[in-house]
C-alpha cells in the first residue's frame, strides 16, 4: 500500500543531529531503505519535516521505517495511506458500481 510518512524533528534534536552530521544520514538513510517515489523537506511549525512517500508491504515495516527517526532526532511521525490519481480514479469507479 502507498504510504505518506510524515517526519516532524524537534528544533533541538535536530539541530544536534545538523550539527554533528547525522542529519543527513537520517534523511539520506530513508530514502536508500524506503525507496520512496517522491520525498519532500520542508519547515513546518518550526521544526525540519520530510515527507516520504513509498509503498508498505506489510506492517511488519512500521517499525524499520520508523525507529530511525525516533532514535536519531525524537521525531514524531504520521504513517498515512494515500492514493495517486490512478488509484482514485479507480476507487470512484468501483464506489460507483456498488450505488
Do not use: C, W
Amino acid at each position: 500500500m502507498r504510504m505518506m510518512l510524515k517526519v516532524s524533528m524537534p528544533t533541538d534534536a535536530s539541530n544536534a543531529a545538523f550539527e554533528d552530521g547525522s542529519l543527513g544520514k537520517v534523511l539520506m538513510g530513508a530514502i536508500d531503505r524506503l525507496k520512496p517515489e517522491a520525498a519532500y523537506f520542508f519547515p513546518e511549525n518550526g521544526r525540519r519535516t520530510a515527507l516520504y512517500f513509498s509503498d508498505m508491504k506489510d506492517e511488519a515495516q512500521i517499525p524499520v521505517v520508523a525507529e530511525p527517526f525516533f532514535h536519531a532526532v525524537n521525531a514524531d511521525i504520521t504513517l498515512i495511506p494515500v492514493m495517486n490519481a490512478d488509484d482514485v480514479a479507480k476507487g470512484i469507479e468501483e464506489a460507483a458500481k456498488s450505488l
